[in-house]
């Protein structure tokens, strides 16, 4: 079985600085998704960035970026310039790359952007 | 639709009163999930479908819990006999399967369930 660990609940960054949230996973799969979800306190769940295990080159999506370290089962992000809208649940999630049920989510970290 | 939609938002109800809980995704997504998720918890796993296959039900965590998708589009979640520990958000998610698999999720807005 797959399992996602979120090991920071809860996160702060002043506004404008870089913030890494920490995510692992274990699995005995080779090939996979990654995915970071955003869930503001208006609950719609919306997604950050993903990642395509079998890509060596880390993902960006503007702000976000991801660290992928496939070997050590490590799946971070970093958010740079932190806006206030940052502030939100968010949550790591793995996919197998086959099945569409597959798909596990970790705890989730609580960020909170202080202006 | 342009994204999943959920009816209703918030639902209040008595304890030992049956609910349904609706979604509809996004169109052409072959595949959607339901989620529980409880105050400042993650997501729980309910339920997924995917076109005509069987349902997997592993995560339904009573015989309370059932859940329908009628033609391959609307999905009703129900809970009958409601008790209190059923209070929670109840998030849908659909995504689409193409030739490179399936893509990532995309959520509707949650139905918040209190149960008295």
């Known amino acids: 079985a797959q399992t996602v660990t979120q090991s920071q609940p809860e996160m702060s960054v002043q506004e404008a600085e870089t913030v890494t949230l920490s995510c692992t996973y274990d699995t005995s799969e080779n090939n996979y998704y990654l995915f970071w979800y955003k869930q503001p306190p208006s609950r719609q769940m919306i997604l950050v960035i993903r990642q395509e295990a079998y890509k060596q080159q880390n993902a960006t999506e503007n702000r976000f970026s991801v660290n992928f370290q496939k070997a050590a089962k490590s799946f971070s992000l970093k958010i740079s310039d932190s806006q206030l809208g940052d502030t939100a649940m968010y949550f790591c999630a793995f996919m197998k790359h086959e099945t569409g049920n597959q798909f596990y989510f970790g705890t989730g970290t609580s960020l909170t952007v202080i202006p | 639709g342009a994204g999943v939609s959920q009816s209703p938002s918030n639902k209040v109800t008595e304890k030992g009163k049956d609910v349904e809980l609706r979604c509809d995704p996004i169109?052409?997504?072959?595949?959607l999930y339901w989620y529980r998720q409880s105050l400042g918890q993650g997501l729980e796993f309910l339920i997924y479908f995917q076109g005509n296959s069987a349902p997997d039900k592993s995560g339904l965590p009573s015989d309370r819990f059932s859940a329908e998708r009628t033609g391959g589009s609307v999905s009703t979640l129900t809970i009958q006999r409601t008790q209190q520990e059923d209070s929670a958000v109840y998030l849908c998610?659909?995504?689409?399967?193409?030739?490179?698999?399936?893509?990532?999720?995309?959520f509707g807005p949650g139905t918040r369930l209190t149960v008295l």
């Open positions: 998610a659909s995504s689409f399967q193409g030739l490179a698999g399936f893509g990532e999720q995309f």
């Open positions: 169109s052409g997504h072959t595949a």
